[in-house]
């Protein structure tokens, strides 16, 4: 007799008996439900899980369709994969990098012996589609990593050989479409018909892969040309050549072979070069009287306004800060979202005219009288804090709508400059595999928040979501404002993070939803190897999330 087991699905609230060994494909198929583009993957027992896993012991298990940031993940991972054998089937000698995110899509790095032309993007997408209409299955593989890194070494796919090499595993999951092997951190879809909606296209000497739309999947994101935000990657690929470091595997040989002290010098040397190229930058520009600087959650704005105000004063210019929280509206003229809760991280929370109003008194020479918000009143109320801007001081605002247009309306352009910060991960995992940005700043608010608010890790993953739609809203449309823009995340920051993170996120239980997220994430930081935060000088952006830093905050 068959042997079965029953397991519990969230979707519907109801217990299914399955044979013992069933794939989550299978059970899905036996539920009768209904997903947007789905069933993707799975949360089982609050962990991600691919439509291949298979079941031996009762479980709970949540399906997810291409809505969730995980089936998201998932549709992207596949899609990813679909391309690297269009080109391999297209381009006897071919070298694929699933870049820079960029455009509400990803830059392609494609090396196939020559210049990317119009034809071939039009031959790879023509193939991508071929293959996605042959409906092929996807099929998942363990095997030994040793065996693994044979595979791949005859692949010539020697980015992910030396990710394997470092990374002390015993065995390897692989997937193939076809006679075609890849490597992936993810979960993958089971088939390539479930590939619904892509786009490529031309984009500078590569390719953009385009996604459907987070807001609305059944579209293709908005083609928005971000020609800083590009310029800015390809600035740090430039560096990271000059090094020889483009990868986790890279990374973790400079570890072993005890190469990190120069590593973390030359890091920390190209951002206060850079720095000190903006505020050189600001001197020049006859005129300025207030540098803006925006940037999403954990991206190192207060670091970044710090040392620049550091690096303006070498240039004869005095900063004067003044800080956009002294600017809230009383409390109860705060807008509120749509669940009915204070909307603080609205634009419109803050006192645009009075913001206005003094800036242009202070620039005529005249005196204000700042204000100051008592947070735990909700009130706003004077300060008796007068000031008066002298011709060699520059004001420095620091905050997240400080590039969005509407916060400074009546102050003539020609008085500002803009900086916009973030923590813009160059680094890849390995040439197929990209690390999210939004990692890098997830962690570090894991670390700051648990250092310095007592916030646990858990919190800190509930909350994402809901700081992801305020960037999403009021920070990243109004990026390409800038006039400059520094890369906040530094190419060692992950190894040295590691530390202080892993231990937060161990503590996040098992049986809630954030589990999901803790466990993803220390997934992926078990393919790092450390380094000591001791090496970390305390000037360092780095000091800000972890502590020990000679800036005041």
Known sequence: ME???????????????????STLEELFGQTGLTLLHGPINAHVNNKVEGMHYRIYKRKEIEFLDITSPSGLRAYTRTLFFVLCKAVHDLYEKCKVSIDIPVSNGYYVDLNIGHPVTLDDVGKIRKRMQEIVDAAIPIHRHETTTEEAIRMFSILHTYSKVKLLQSTGSLFTTFYDIGEYYDYYYGSLLTNTSQLYLFGLEKYYDGLLLRLPSRENPEELGELVMQDKMFGIFKEHHAWQNIIGLRTIGDLNEAIANNDTNLLIQVSEALQEKKISKIAEEIARKSGIRIVLIAGPSSSGKTTTCK?????????????????????????????????????FESIH?????????QLAALF???????????????????????????????????????????????????LKFRVYASALTTLLLDNHNYIPTTDNRLLRR????????????RETIRRWPSVRNGENKWIFPYQENADAMFNTAMLFELAVIKSQAEPLLEQVPENCPEYAEAYRLRKFLRYIKPISETQIPPTSL????????SFEY
């Open 3 to 21: 042997k079965t087991i029953f397991v519990y699905c969230k979707n519907d609230g109801k217990d299914y008996e399955v044979p013992v060994g």
């Open 307 to 343: 040392r620049l105000s550091v690096q303006l004063i070498t240039n004869g210019i005095k900063p004067v800060p003044i800080s956009l929280d002294d600017y809230f509206l009383d409390r109860e003229q705060t807008p509120r979202d749509a669940s009915g809760d204070y909307d």
């Open 349 to 357: 929370a803050l006192n645009i005219p009075l913001l206005n109003e």
């Open 364 to 414: 005529r020479g005249d005196e204000v009288e700042l204000p100051r918000y008592n947070f735990q009143a909700g009130k706003s109320e004077w300060s008796g804090k007068k000031l008066r801007l002298e011709p060699d001081e520059i004001l420095v605002v620091e905050g997240i709508h400080a590039l969005n247009p509407e916060l400074t309306a009546q102050i003539p352009d020609e």
């Open 446 to 457: 894991i670390i700051r928040d648990n250092k310095y608010r007592g916030v646990d890790a």
């Open 542 to 549: 780095l000091r800000e999330f972890l502590g020990g830093s």
